[in-house]
Structures are given as C-alpha cells and as structure tokens.
C-alpha cells in the first residue's frame, strides 16, 4: 500500500502479522467540539473562543466547515498545555 506524505497509521499485529491500516487525520473516531463546547471546557465565553481562533500568535486550531469553526479535542488539549508553558 502506497503511503502518502504525512498520513498517519493504525498498526495491529494479528497472530503475529502486522498490519498497517489508515488512520483518519483527524481523530474522528471521536467528534470534533462546537465553540460552544469548548467554550464550557475552558468556563469561557463563546465569544472568547472566537477571538482565541482568530488572534494571529498561537491561535486555538480550528477546522472551518462552510461558515462553522470545529475544534479537536486533542488540539484544544495541546493548545491549553502551550498556553500554560508560555505563562510559566
């Protein structure tokens, strides 16, 4: 199986043969979260989500879908450690 530039994969070992199977890129065996949802995560206001998306130094990771903004829960996680580090 050809691999792609930057794809990630699932690797299982079944009586002792491995396997590699794709992985989604984005983690979506678990749903990605609304501002709203984030906004609850982090005891913030929805619009303080937004502008978090929207600054230009170390923004919150969005994905735009149409005119949605949806937020990983693994990308929110790394991107709350970053903030941390950065205030220490």
Not at 28 to 54: C, F, G, I, K, M
Request: with cysteine; charged share 25%.
């Amino acid at each position: 199986m050809p691999e792609r530039a930057g794809a990630r994969a699932l690797i299982v070992v079944i009586e002792d043969r491995q396997l590699t199977l794709p992985k989604p890129p984005l983690g979506l065996d678990r749903p990605l979260l609304t501002a709203a949802q984030v906004a609850e995560l982090l005891v913030n206001p929805t619009s303080s989500v937004y502008e978090y998306a929207h600054r230009w130094q170390d923004p919150l990771p969005c994905i735009h879908i149409g005119r949605h903004r949806r937020f990983d829960r693994a990308d929110v996680a790394a991107w709350l450690t970053r903030q941390r580090t950065a205030r220490a």
